[in-house]
């Protein structure tokens, strides 16, 4: 199998590259090591919410994202992108209007407090997974396969080859390495739309990255693979009924931040013809607080406690939710590695020294959002996977 541009990562600066290429009637195929497409973008409907299929998802239902929610004025390529798409209808924005709460470490509330919301930034009806599932609208069925691993990268002969393995067929074979599930690829150029870390520790370079590259591009931390999101999903807003904004801080945890997560058709408490369609859309959420090695194993403990902390802060009413979900990406083998287990990862803090491999003749290009410039402010942010993409673009253009 030959393509002109191989693209590895299905998430959305992956697809925005593809999205691109198609445009441009540039030969491409895009590999996703998931059986979904979005990576760390993940919305799901209400009444799917504790289900295992990623793929049950409808935009015109109350959606809840579990990965990225928001995005922010002046964040000029997403705006571009959301107009592009035909998505502007679906933007609203971030409810905080209201009281706040502190909880501090001896589990003393108050309340009054202002400045901790996310008010004015942007979110999207049904969630940021309908810009990943239009612009897969866009591009070939056929130029996509998920369910495909790279484990192994050659430059040969002024090539790129690429070995691939099929986790579909693999996970129907007794033998892990059963040869049967590996293929390759053949390319005259190569993305990475993915983590760096997740690239060091899975994939096989030939010839090797130095040893001071592969230091550099593990230093580069992932967005959101240290964190945890909980969802508690209610018949009713009742925070905003006692004047709180639904945003909290919490030093006693498990939750150390807290936010109003209804969807846009529940987000006002004065919207009657909404209520009446509610099914449902209303929510909290909070990122727990509690480093992933901590977390593992302890899915329930920690649901119950996050519903006991909604309860001290909101009132009676937090303790009985209709459904809850909580997404803990430092246990997704294709979002985290061992270095992620630590909450203390943020943002990177560097660019990087060069977006392409020489000895790779300049053919491997990486992208996606840690490798956005981080002077602009935006690695790690969708703002930040949209940048590396364009980015990406010219460098297969020149």
């Not at 504790?50 to 705006?79: C, H, I, R, V």
């Not at 056929?142 to 430059?155: D, M, P």
Request: hydrophobic share 35%; net charge negative.
């Amino acid at each position: 199998m030959h393509t002109e541009i191989l693209i590895v990562g299905g998430g959305i600066s992956g697809l925005h590259s593809a999205y691109q290429l198609q445009k441009e009637g540039i030969a491409f195929r895009l590999i996703e090591a998931r059986e979904r497409l979005g990576g760390r973008i993940l919305s799901k409907n209400y009444a799917v919410l504790d289900s295992e299929s990623s793929n049950q998802y409808a935009a015109d239902k109350p959606a809840y994202d579990l990965g990225p929610s928001w995005f922010w004025p002046g964040q000029t390529q997403m705006e571009k992108l959301i107009n592009e798409l035909g998505l502007n209808d679906s933007v609203f924005l971030q409810q905080g209007s209201g009281q706040a709460v502190y909880e501090d470490q001896q589990g003393t509330i108050q309340k009054g407090f202002y400045g901790i919301s996310m008010e004015g930034a942007y979110r999207l009806k049904g969630g940021i997974r309908q810009i990943i599932s239009t612009l897969k609208d866009h591009i070939d069925d056929e130029n996509i396969s998920l369910n495909s691993q790279v484990t192994h990268v050659e430059y040969l002969d002024n090539q790129i080859v690429t070995t691939v393995v099929d986790n579909a067929n693999r996970k129907l074979s007794s033998e892990e390495n059963n040869e049967e599930s590996s293929y390759q690829i053949t390319s005259n150029k190569i993305v990475f739309a993915l983590p760096t870390r997740i690239a060091m520790s899975a994939i096989e370079f030939t010839p090797p990255l130095s040893e001071s590259r592969v230091t550099e591009l593990n230093s580069y931390s992932t967005w959101m693979a240290g964190h945890a999101k909980f969802i508690a999903v209610y018949d009713s807003a009742f925070w905003l009924e006692q004047g709180l904004s639904g945003d909290a801080v919490s030093q006693l945890g498990p939750l150390r931040e807290i936010h109003d997560a209804s969807t846009d058709a529940n987000s006002s408490k004065d919207n009657k013809e909404c209520d009446k369609k509610s099914k449902t859309g209303y929510a909290l959420f909070g990122f727990v607080g509690v480093p992933g090695s901590y977390r593992k194993g302890k899915h329930e403990e920690i649901c119950q406690a996050a519903i006991d902390q909604l309860t001290r802060l909101f009132g009676d009413k937090a303790a009985s939710p209709v459904d809850v979900v909580l997404q803990d990406w430092a246990q997704e083998a294709f979002t985290a590695t061992d270095i992620d287990q630590s909450m203390s990862a943020g943002h990177a803090t560097s660019s990087m020294s060069d977006y392409a491999e020489s000895n790779f003749g300049r053919r491997l290009i990486w992208s996606g959002t840690e490798s956005a410039n981080h002077r602009l402010g935006h690695n790690g942010l969708l703002e930040g996977a949209l940048e590396a993409s364009n980015r990406t673009l010219e460098l297969l253009l020149k």
